[in-house]
């Protein structure tokens, strides 16, 4: 595997679990302030985030890279209200979409058609869920 493929697959394995932690609080704040659905929802999509992150993991050691499991700032776990908790969903859900974006055009780059093949998986992913981001 190209090290510059390698270094944005890495980073993506941290942008997907700073998403995962940052659901998860958001699911807490939700959960410990009377919005039991919510709360449900983001700890379901907190969890799907987690399944990326390790996704990636897998795909960069199985193609004789090393993946590294990052370290992560707390994330912010407090908010103003409902409307904040979907707005910073949608902005996360965008910015994972752009990597993503960024990846696919490197893996083109570098006639990386392998990765290139496997990023199409979150390329559909990111499409449903930005969507259904910016619909709630
Ligand atoms: Fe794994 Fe929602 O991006």
């Known amino acids: 595997m190209k090290p510059e493929i390698e270094n944005l697959l890495n ?14 609080a958001m699911a807490s704040w939700a959960d410990s302030n009377g919005y039991n659905g919510i709360a449900e929802f983001f700890y379901m999509h ?8 390790t996704k990636l993991v897998k795909f960069v050691n199985e193609r004789g890279g090393t993946a590294k499991v990052p ?8 908010f103003k209200g409902v409307n904040e908790l979907f707005e910073e969903f949608l902005n996360s859900e965008v910015f994972v979409t752009e990597k993503i974006n960024e990846i696919i055009y490197e893996c083109l780059q570098h006639k990386d058609y ?17 969507a259904m981001a910016r619909t709630m």
């Open 114 to 130: 392998n990765t290139h093949n496997f990023m199409q998986w979150y390329v559909s992913e990111q499409l449903e869920e930005e």
């Open 11 to 24: 980073s993506q394995i941290k942008y997907e679990a700073g998403a995962s932690m940052h659901y998860l």
């Open 71 to 78: 370290a992560l700032e707390a994330p912010k776990s407090e």
């Open 46 to 53: 907190s969890e799907e985030e987690r399944l990326h992150m």
